[in-house]
């Protein structure tokens, strides 16, 4: 079961699978899907669908900004990552390949810049350390000693 946009529900199950059983299953999880609807609702009246040209200029946005951030703090911490790509991942803000490629959601530019800076400096840590770990931390912690406070805006 899955709650999409709009928050609806999207339910998969095995083509064998009786209508019943279904049934059952999403009416055993019902306070489950109540609850993600809201969080769902919620999310998108803070951060509403934006439209194809809005899209693409936040695209635009992204990748200028994020390069340059990048290009600020990747020296600072002695990293070079392979490539830097923007996408619409929707839940996580930024990733590290295993070949210390680094992409960003084009929606980390709804946030402060504190709270870009930090997924720019989380993101380029994973290139010396591919984990969250005490040393991955310690990493960001040289770059942002109150690394904390700045990630807090990204969880709410």
């Keep these: 079961m899955e709650i999409g946009p709009g928050g609806k529900i999207l ?3 095995p083509k064998k699978m009786s209508d019943k059983a279904i049934d059952d299953f999403v009416n055993k999880h ?3 899907a109540e609850k993600h609807i ?23 946005l992204a990748l200028e900004v994020l390069t340059n951030r990048v290009n600020y703090y990747a ?5 070079t ?11 996580r803000f930024g990733s590290c ?17 504190k ?3 930090y997924v720019v400096v989380h993101e380029l840590a994973h290139i010396k350390h591919k984990n969250h770990g005490l040393l991955f931390y310690k990493e960001i912690e040289k770059i942002i000693p109150d690394y ?3 990630a807090k805006e990204l969880k709410k």
Aim: glycine content about 6%; charged content about 30%.
């Design 11 to 13: 339910v998969r199950a």
């Design 97 to 113: 390949s295993g070949k210390n490629g680094i992409c960003f959601s084009y929606r980390l530019m709804e946030y402060s810049p």
């Design 75 to 79: 020296p600072l911490m002695g990293v």
């Design 81 to 91: 990552p392979t490539s830097i790509k923007i996408t619409g991942a929707e839940k």
């Design 38 to 60: 809201q969080a769902v609702l919620k999310r998108e009246k803070k951060h509403p669908p934006l439209s194809p040209k809005d899209k693409k200029m936040q695209y635009a």
């Design 30 to 32: 019902s306070k489950w």
């Design 115 to 117: 709270a870009i800076d």
């Design 148 to 150: 904390k406070a700045w």
